[in-house]
């Protein structure tokens, strides 16, 4: 590490308090300011950041002088401030990309975005400050407050990459599982690029492995590869995408030539129930009616295999769908729930009461003269989802509960849709 020299003794005071104290780093920001005016700013924050008094804060005149600082861990956010044009290289910016993957930047400079379009192109996309002093450290607050710190795991990968969308983020969110590890770029919440190690892919194909991922651990940290939006796709696109193809490896089969040979050693083959034998059976296997003959000439005629039955229907959707409470199968015509999954609601009364509002719905359109099928009807309440989503071709609707606070209603939609499709009644 750099050795200190040609810095005052106020930095170097700060400097030992932020090493001798690391118990404080999970929750006290560490913030590094350079420039000729650090102490000023340093000076501003303490008295008007909210909480400025409790922050670890550095300060540099020069980045000559930032490299011989020795910071452990690293800062959380590093202020540059630069009065003129701005090289397309920077040694800070290349140490940090080497020694400081979790660092974050904020530019302050009277430069407009586009005349340092050739840094960001080199280092990625960085939010920008006016070097007004108020402008600047009201900036500074802005970052500190939405810093993320450490590392996050057992949570929903989609739903965090819409946080970032909402809070239109710019950083890399590093993603490891057990067999490989990955990052995704955002540029202010746009999904940009992708990169996976093993395979060494990058863009579109890289991003849907990692969506497929399970049992991640995430990492914040700062992305160097922003500036050029190589996936193209919005984020809602790519994650529906992401399901649709989760969904359908998760449904195929794959048939081994094993599954049709019987064990040497047996004298004769197993003996199967009907129902047995005919899941046992890929459903392409005959694609016409199988007839056994027999001596009285008569025949029996094995029934078509069936995809998905109802109850596997509903709780595929009660494992799948993320916040889902019950479900139940509904036939609109008489009211009867058909099959029914999960609790905290009265499914029966549910059903019929539903059914209620499906035939006030479709009654109400054939009065207005309105064209074209209903695909779901939904209904908002204050912690709760309530979906009524309509089987094709049959008179039936799959009524699905969902808590409002851990549900990702594009996505439930989603896989209703993909459920309804392979659903066989």
């Not at 590093?174 to 190690?197: F, I, P, S, T």
């Not at 695909?375 to 009524?388: C, F, P």
Request: charged share 20%; net charge negative.
């Amino acid at each position: 590490m750099y050795q200190q020299s040609g810095v005052n003794q106020n930095q170097r005071a700060r400097e030992s308090e932020i090493r001798t104290d690391p118990s404080a780093f999970s929750v006290v920001p560490v913030v590094l300011i350079v420039g000729q005016h650090a102490d000023a700013v340093v000076a501003e924050l303490r008295h008007s950041a909210p909480g400025g008094e409790h922050w670890h804060l550095t300060s540099s005149a020069t980045p000559e002088d930032a490299l011989r600082l020795t910071f452990a861990p690293a800062p959380d956010l590093l202020v540059l401030q630069v009065d003129a044009s701005i090289s397309e290289t920077h040694p800070l910016f290349e140490y940090a990309r080497l020694a400081w993957p979790e660092t974050f930047f904020l530019l302050s400079t009277p430069c407009t975005r586009e005349e340092v379009q050739p840094l960001f192109s080199q280092y990625g996309d960085m939010p920008l400050a006016s070097p007004e002093l108020a402008s600047l450290c009201a900036a500074i607050a802005h970052e500190v407050a939405t810093l993320s710190h450490g590392s996050l795991r057992g949570l929903s990968l989609p739903s965090f990459l819409q946080m970032m969308e909402w809070e239109a983020k710019s950083l890399a969110i590093r993603v490891q599982c057990e067999q490989d590890w990955g990052r995704l770029h955002l540029k202010q919440g746009r999904l940009v690029d992708a990169y996976v190690h093993q395979q060494q892919r990058y863009g579109e194909a890289a991003a849907f492995e990692i969506l497929n991922w399970q049992d991640t651990t995430v990492t914040i940290e700062r992305s160097y590869r922003n500036e050029h939006d190589v996936i193209g796709q919005p984020l809602t696109s790519l994650l529906m995408e992401a399901m649709k193809r989760k969904d359908e490896g998760a449904h195929a089969k794959v048939l081994r030539l094993d599954d049709f040979i019987l064990d040497k050693e047996s004298k004769e083959p197993p003996v199967l129930e009907w129902d047995q034998a005919q899941a046992a059976l890929p459903p392409t296997l005959f694609p016409a009616p199988i007839v056994f003959p027999s001596e009285e000439k008569s025949s029996v005629t094995i029934p078509q295999f069936n995809i998905a039955n109802v109850k596997d229907t509903l709780d595929t959707a009660l494992e799948t769908i993320d916040g889902a409470i019950a479900a139940a199968l509904v036939d609109y015509g008489s009211g009867m729930a058909l099959g029914m999954v999960g609790n905290g609601v009265h499914l029966e009364m549910a059903a019929a009461g539903n059914t209620e509002v499906m035939r006030a719905l479709v009654g109400t359109l054939k009065m207005l003269g309105i064209q074209g099928g209903i695909e779901d009807i939904l209904i908002t309440l204050d912690k709760q989802y309530h979906i009524l989503y309509i089987v094709p071709s049959h008179p039936l609707f799959i009524y699905l509960v969902l808590s409002k606070d851990q549900s990702n209603l594009a996505m439930a939609r989603y896989k209703l849709r993909t459920l309804t499709q392979d659903l066989n009644i």
